[in-house]
């Protein structure tokens, strides 16, 4: 079911991985995670659990007992003060599959790529929350069709919400990518959308992209740069 979108925010915030690895949740690229001692096509595509529904349920299984306990830290806390400022002014689309801007009480989030912590009945479409562990077959108690999956957008498969979040993009006066690498569409293409549409476009994160479509680049991490962000956005959008 997709979020109540405003059809025109003023603000549209991408974040990605970067936002959450200062509240202990591993990003894809960390050696030594759980991304790197798994091939993508033995866990992250739908071949792979129709071909080994274990190995896939156990490697989500992992990944929702790692965010379990992580706490919103001050980055997403200062996302969800700029949305309690501005309402639906301001549109939070993230590609992060942890519940971290839920728990700073950011409300709606956009999932593009689905929650850890809900599972889908492929025959129905029915979401629950997730158990710990996910068992093969697990019957769906909606539809009651074995075969639950976790909620997960996987490789191959369309990102969740497209036909709200690009109408927002083209519509927004500001586009700010934060805490992620950029290099996967269609996240990827968001900022060139956003700029032709003529907004101003902000990447917020360690390192550059060199992506030409961005006007502003702010270094550093998420914690200490997205409260002065956001503070400097809570000014420029205040309410007249």
Not at 123 to 151: E, L, Q, S
Not at 185 to 194: K, S, T
Request: proline share 10%; charged share 15%; glycine share 8%.
């Amino acid at each position: 079911m997709t979020p109540a979108i405003a059809p025109d925010p003023d603000i549209v915030v991408l974040t990605g991985a970067g936002i959450s690895a200062e509240s202990g949740i591993a990003t894809f690229r960390d050696e030594g995670g759980l991304w790197a001692r798994h091939r993508i096509e033995d866990v992250a595509t739908p071949e792979a659990f129709a071909r080994d529904p274990d190995t896939v349920l156990a490697f989500y299984d992992a990944r929702r007992a790692q965010v379990v306990d992580a706490k919103p830290n001050a980055a997403h806390a200062a996302l969800s003060a700029l949305q309690a400022k501005l309402g639906t002014r301001l549109l939070l689309v993230t590609q992060n599959v942890d519940s971290l801007h839920e728990a700073a009480g950011h409300k709606p989030v956009v999932h593009m790529h689905g929650q850890l912590d809900q599972a889908l009945c492929p025959a129905c479409d029915h979401r629950w929350p997730a158990p710990a562990t996910i068992p093969v077959a697990h019957p769906c108690p909606a539809c009651g069709t074995p075969g639950a999956r976790p909620d997960i957008v996987w490789f191959g498969e369309m990102p969740y919400h497209m036909e709200a979040v690009l109408p927002a993009i083209e519509a927004c006066t500001v586009f700010a990518a934060i805490g992620t690498s950029g290099q996967v569409y269609p996240a990827a293409g968001f900022v060139e959308i956003a700029a032709n549409h003529g907004a101003e476009t902000w990447e917020i994160t360690l390192e550059p992209s060199g992506n030409p479509w961005f006007d502003h680049a702010v270094l550093g991490p998420a914690t200490k740069s997205i409260p002065d962000w956001c503070a400097q956005m809570a000014v420029r959008f205040a309410p007249t």
